[in-house]
């Protein structure tokens, strides 16, 4: 075998509740992830070294270095199994870079699983999950795919049963945001308001909209504690988002740490319409229409 292509879906958070800030630096998260059919591509070929090359849009804003998820990925796998492994990877990118829709982790989940088949490891999903929480807490979730709440940083997840197919539509802004900026700026906000932190907790009615595939109970309960923070770094969105309200969005929410912003649509011509006016409306650099759920990381 000389080359193997995954593909990796992206993301979006329906749930994200942050907690109190932790003595190790990150918080506990209550985070439930909803994978949907934007995909990246990887491809894994044979090679001496570890290197890796990216195509499309986004293609000139992702590192070619050590600072590649995929990369890191790569050698950690290698390292796991106690061989110098080489791979050449290829990355076509769909998911914006810095969107808040799990990009990095996706192409990083994709690596794990095409190094896996390339080097003929044969190592089943638990461990490729191990190793997939130690490089990231989006990570895990690009393996697993569908839909899933994930505790402690996020890497610790239970699949939830969901019911039907949701329409989305993706609201993709110009640049990205950092998510360590923003996890930082609502933990400023916080202490600046001084708002009592609690513990985070799943949301019932929540669970109850996704088990029931009911859209429009889910537009109406749509949570994302980093959204105040991500709209005082970025004050625009504040307009995406009101722009797709009055477009009759069921649902509006920023996508995890953002910029991207999600809007939830009754149907699938909901969702072409709602794409369409969004990218007319000049509040977005592109809109995409797109259904969840989605299966993780998958061989081709």
């Not at 989305?168 to 308001?193: P, Q």
């Amino acid at each position: 075998m000389s080359s193997v292509t995954v593909r990796v879906p992206a993301k979006v958070n329906v749930q994200l509740s942050v907690g109190p800030l932790r003595d190790d630096g990150y918080h506990d998260l209550v985070n439930v992830f909803h994978a949907v059919s934007i995909f990246d591509e990887v491809e894994a070929r044979e090679s001496e070294l570890v290197k890796v090359g990216v195509e499309g849009e986004w293609a000139d804003q992702v590192p070619l270095d050590d600072g590649n998820l995929a990369i890191q990925a790569a050698r950690a796998l290698a390292k796991h199994a106690g061989r110098g492994y080489g791979v050449e990877l290829v990355i076509r990118k769909a998911i914006p870079v810095a969107g808040g829709m799990a990009g990095g982790s996706a192409d990083a989940a994709g690596a794990l699983v095409a190094c896996n088949e390339l080097w003929g490891l044969g190592l089943p999903p638990e461990d490729l999950m191990e190793i997939a929480a130690d490089l990231g807490s989006d990570v895990p979730f690009s393996l697993l795919g569908g839909t899933a709440v994930g505790t402690g940083r996020g890497e610790q997840l239970t699949g939830l049963e969901t019911n039907g197919t949701f329409h989305w539509v993706f609201a993709i802004a110009d640049g990205g945001l950092s998510t360590a900026k923003v996890y930082a700026e609502c933990d400023r906000l916080r202490e600046a308001t001084g708002e009592a932190v609690g513990w985070p907790q799943v949301s019932e009615p929540l669970l109850t909209a996704l088990r029931t595939g009911d859209a429009h109970a889910l537009g109406a309960v749509l949570t994302n504690d980093l959204q105040p923070a991500a709209l005082m770094l970025r004050r625009s969105l504040a307009r995406t988002l009101e722009t797709g309200r009055e477009l009759g969005a069921l649902g509006a929410i920023v996508s995890g740490s953002g910029p991207t912003c999600a809007f939830l649509a009754a149907d699938a011509g909901h969702a072409r319409d709602l794409a369409i006016s969004l990218t007319a409306s000049a509040v977005c650099h592109t809109a995409a229409p797109t259904t969840g759920p989605a299966p993780g990381a998958h061989l081709i």
